[in-house]
């Protein structure tokens, strides 16, 4: 019976690596990350907009190059990786979690 469950998490993946769903959260963290760190940038072309409707695109074309360009400062690989490593920290939380509980549940099945 323990063959069994050997092989079960032989094919499992290791933990650090996301599925599709986790890579698209770590993307969408970064974009929340990069809007953050560039609030002040995005206020100025938000209060621009406002200030010229239709006209935007000539009259803020400053604040706009400016929010861009803090944007993209934020959106390299290492900032991915430090999402990634977050959920992956994520994930090891729960796993240790679940490892606790069972462990307690265990040590409560055998003092009965």
């Known amino acids: 019976m323990s063959d069994g469950s050997s092989t079960q998490t032989s094919h499992r993946l290791p933990i650090w690596v996301l599925g599709p769903r ?3 959260e770590a993307r ?10 560039c609030s002040e ?6 209060e621009c907009s406002k200030l010229h409707g239709l ?4 009259a803020c074309e400053s604040q706009r190059d400016k929010m861009v360009e803090c944007i993209k400062s934020f959106q390299g690989d290492e900032y991915l990786d430090q999402q990634r490593d977050q959920l992956v920290q994520r994930k090891i939380g ?6 606790q509980q069972q462990q307690q549940q265990q040590q409560q099945q055998q003092s009965k």
């Open 28 to 37: 969408q963290n970064l974009k929340k990350f990069a809007y953050g760190q």
């Open 41 to 46: 940038y995005v206020k100025a072309m938000v």
């Open 94 to 99: 729960k796993l240790e979690e679940r490892l």
């Open 55 to 58: 006209k935007l695109f000539p």
């Open 22 to 24: 986790e890579e698209k």
